[in-house]
């Protein structure tokens, strides 16, 4: 049996796990991430933790997968920059752990490596092309064309969070205006609910207070018949489905994964969401399309670093 | 030296060509589309006459391709319907003309012919990845991906013309809202004309009665200082730099060409409309994309048929 490291490194947390060839963790460690050189010297550490035992030694390791947040510079294997990592600049994290354990080393952003484990492990097992959505603080998107992740001219493929859903909506994290992130993120869940709440909302009574609401505790109001809080789901169900027609009209992708947190809140997101693509997606493409949850939940981003290195070994054989 | 037949299926007039591999025309005779039987007879005595020549006789030309408006059935190699044709349903294009000419016969759909041709004699040529706009009566789109038409799951990838921007925008000739051909397509740029226009306008002037109106004479009034005409042109600059924007932002193509009579407009289409793309694009996919206009003109269809041929050749001999 040969196995494969996974790096998932993520805004508030690293998790370093060691799987095999089928997508079975069999060690997973994670801890919340830091500066750059105590994150990666913990990473270090766990790694030779796993290459210390007999059955797991550096021979039987096909590689080291690194799924991570932020732009990334998929040629020379660095990231260039964290959203939520301040500190994370120009990080060479392929050289980093390409030395230190002599092994390959493939890196890609996290909603890609997602995408990726959702084709491999999940969702999308039996498809060779999908549109994958991670709605969870932001929103992220990978393309998958032809069992391949897709990376455009500069690695910015499946951006899909910053495409412009309203040109004069509210202003999103990125700079820009109405980008779907700022309509239909977990952070604008929670933007919108404080914003229209009012002193006897059920919202307000779950969270305790303002700044306790998030997008968990708008979706339980939802389910405990909150009207309010079926609003603002509704709207956000509206966006995405608007957004997922323009993927399935201009894409004709064979299925839709969507993951992420947002995602957990289930029939009262993707109901009124699939009802939007059914009326605004021509039939064909609409009928040929698989709208579905994400099947991997937590250990995505763990299964998204180790498909990585699966993905890149089949590649090099089949040349 | 080979050649190719290119035939180029609109709605309005049907084109038959001789073309060699690459990519000159040597002779070409169109015709008014009418309905199936006598268009394709015509078509039939057309090619008869090319084979007919020492020079280009039968075993000399590598194959028919086919550019035709509409929903095809690629696997059977049918057009479904025509939009603009109500006559022309379930007609098997690929059976008729491999069982007349003994020759290898590829079919596609106009836009991603178009598509297809600009990426391998037109603007494209020096790209593997692109997105091709026609806007002109309707909006149509093709994606090449790795230098290959990307037909999707229902060979429906690429109906960028049927991407919902104002989902309560005005009505679309496919019975949807808002679409982008509903706002930026000549059609549109006709109605809006006719529906603001005042008796003392210039674009009035230019037309001599309203139903006269159409976007050319939209594009000939905004060169001659008219603000109406201006105004409707940004407008529909904008709309389309929206959509360049979020095929920008999914598919980070290395370049976006623009073709159909509408981009005859020249920079008082393109110069608002690529502004709003660098307000609305991330810098790094939009530094890593051309915009340009399409290259090929009016033989754009019969070019589109031909790369078919080509394409598939070359496909055939990599297996």
Redo the contacts between chains.
């Keep these: 049996m040969k196995y494969i490291i996974g790096i998932d490194i993520g805004g508030t947390k690293t998790s370093v796990s060691l799987g095999n060839t089928q997508g079975k963790i069999l060690a997973r460690q994670a801890f919340p991430t830091k500066d750059v050189r105590s994150t990666l010297a913990q990473t270090k550490r766990i790694i030779h933790g796993y290459l210390g035992k007999p059955k797991t030694q550096n021979r039987r390791i096909l590689g080291i997968g690194i799924s991570c947040a932020g732009?990334l510079d998929l040629t020379k294997g660095v990231l260039i920059k964290s959203p939520n990592m301040p500190t994370w600049r120009n990080v060479a994290l392929n050289k980093v752990f390409s030395k230190a354990f002599r092994l390959p080393v493939v890196i890609d952003n996290d909603a890609n490596a997602a995408a990726l484990a959702e084709k491999t492990f999940g969702a999308g097992k039996a498809v060779k092309?999908l549109f994958y959505y991670t709605v969870s603080t932001g929103i992220g998107?990978g393309?998958i064309?032809d069992g391949e992740i897709?990376?455009?001219?500069?690695?910015?493929?499946?951006?899909?969070g910053?495409?412009?859903i309203l040109?004069a909506g509210p202003k999103c994290a990125?700079g820009?205006r109405g980008c779907l992130e700022a309509l239909a993120s977990g952070t604008s869940i929670a933007r919108v609910a404080r914003e229209r709440v009012k002193k006897s909302s059920l919202i307000l009574k779950l969270a305790g207070t303002k700044q306790n609401i998030d997008a968990t505790i708008v979706a339980q109001a939802v389910r405990e018949g909150d009207k309010l809080a079926r609003e603002i789901f509704q709207e956000v169900a509206?966006y995405l489905g608007?957004s997922v027609?323009?993927?399935i009209?201009?894409?004709?992708?064979?299925m839709i994964v969507i993951g992420g947190g947002v995602s957990k809140a289930g029939p009262i997101l993707f109901q009124p969401m699939i009802k939007t693509v059914r009326k605004?997606t021509?039939a064909?493409?609409y009928?040929?399309?698989k709208i579905v949850r994400a099947k991997l939940k937590d250990i995505v981003g763990d299964l998204g670093a180790i498909s990585l290195v699966l993905k890149k070994r089949q590649l090099l054989k089949r040349q």
Tied chains: 1, 2.
Aim: glycine share 8%; charged share 15%; net charge neutral.
């Design positions: 732009p092309n998107g393309l064309i897709y990376h455009g001219a500069s690695f910015d493929a499946g951006e899909i910053h495409s412009v040109p990125c820009k509206f608007l027609t323009n993927v009209q201009v894409i004709n992708p064979e605004l021509w064909r493409p009928r040929s399309c």
